[in-house]
């Protein structure tokens, strides 16, 4: 069992940021690889993000590359998504999720959150 709760959603103007947040509530917590994923109003959900159990790992849809940072504490119990140059095209809600390995398919994952919404303005 794991529950998702992201937090940091908002509006923002283009080239601003925003840290989104997504806090667990597992014991296990350290054995997930997490992946934030985002969906805009008439698209899929679409993968942004992933990184391993340990943060060895990680990896970057090509649009976000260079403005989009994924960390983790476990210790908190915690994923993180840095969002810095932010585009107008970015604006959806968007998701945390965990997945028992490091992975990039939206099938994989087996625990989400609620979302939150981002919405970057021009």
Do not use: H
């Amino acid at each position: 069992q794991v529950q998702l709760v992201e937090s940091g959603g908002g509006l923002v103007q283009a080239g601003g940021s925003l840290r989104l947040s997504c806090a667990a509530s597992a014991r296990t917590f350290r054995s997930y690889a997490m992946g934030w994923f985002r969906q805009a109003p008439g698209r899929e959900r679409e993968f942004v993000a992933a990184i391993s159990w340990s943060g060895g790992l990680t990896y970057y849809v090509d649009s976000v590359k260079g403005r989009f940072t994924i960390s983790r504490d476990n210790a908190k119990n915690t994923v993180y998504l840095q969002m810095d140059s932010l585009k107008p095209e970015d604006t959806a809600v968007y998701y945390c999720a965990a997945a028992n390995i490091f992975v990039l398919t939206i099938q994989d994952y087996n625990y989400w959150g609620q979302g939150t919404q981002v919405t970057v303005s021009s």
